[in-house]
């Protein structure tokens, strides 16, 4: 008599939802405070909590508050200023039914004095109990006043050779001021690289210093 085997396979399908939490870029003008940037979530479902840590460039930036937002209304948000990078926790008793888009609003202070751009990079995150999907965000820094440029026929002229009367300094204007037409305009005059002359207005094209002696660098 034969025995017979017989092998039974089950076959089922396991539907995996794929989270996906973002940062939204931002732009910021130099000295700007409170800057928004949003960080966003492709599905909502079920979100009861969340918690990300987000690295940026503190030399550029400064991170200042996290807060909710109108999707997450009635979620508690906390966060932790680490310097370097801000850690930040969220959670609710009543978890969403439905939603997308942005989960948190994070606020940075622009300290760069010049245009640039900072890093915004999500790391450890969690949504509910689930690691997601990070996509990093970028922070561009516009309209930063730069250094002037371009100051043509700089002049220093002995006013007497046979006297001691002083020297006589002239400039121009530069050709570039550097301040996007914002802020007092002003000059300086520095000998040996000291300031002898104070604020002088931007209308004034010329110093006298009477009190110089040889071998003296005008800048």
């Not at 085997?5 to 539907?15: A, C, G, K, Q, R």
């Not at 997601?132 to 922070?139: H, K, L, M, Y």
């Not at 516009?142 to 001691?164: F, H, I, K, R, Y």
Request: negative net charge; aromatic residues 10%.
């Amino acid at each position: 008599m034969k025995k017979l085997s017989f092998l039974i396979f089950i076959f089922f399908s396991v539907n995996i939802i794929s989270i996906t939490l973002s940062v939204q870029n931002a732009t910021g003008t130099c000295g700007q405070q409170n800057v928004p940037v949003y960080i966003n979530i492709d599905d909502a479902t079920g979100l009861a909590a969340f918690q990300f840590d987000i690295y940026f460039e503190n030399t550029k930036i400064q991170f200042v508050s996290a807060d909710k937002t109108s999707l997450t209304s009635n979620f508690l948000v906390e966060y932790n200023n680490l310097g370097s990078y801000a850690k930040i926790a969220a959670a609710t008793g009543s978890p969403l039914s439905s939603g997308s888009g942005a989960i948190c609003v994070l606020y940075f202070n622009v300290i760069s004095e010049s245009d640039g751009s900072s890093y915004l990079d999500l790391q450890n995150s969690l949504v509910n109990d689930v690691p997601p999907q990070e996509i990093d965000g970028t922070f561009t820094i516009s309209n930063c006043c730069q250094v002037p440029s371009g100051m043509p026929n700089n002049t220093a002229e002995d006013l007497n050779p046979c006297n001691v009367s002083g020297i006589q300094i002239s400039w121009q204007d530069p050709s570039n001021w550097g301040d996007r037409g914002n802020g007092t305009r002003y000059f300086q005059v520095l000998r040996d690289g000291v300031n002898i002359s104070g604020n002088l207005s931007s209308s004034t094209h010329s110093y006298v210093d009477s009190t110089t002696s040889s071998g003296i660098n005008y800048y």
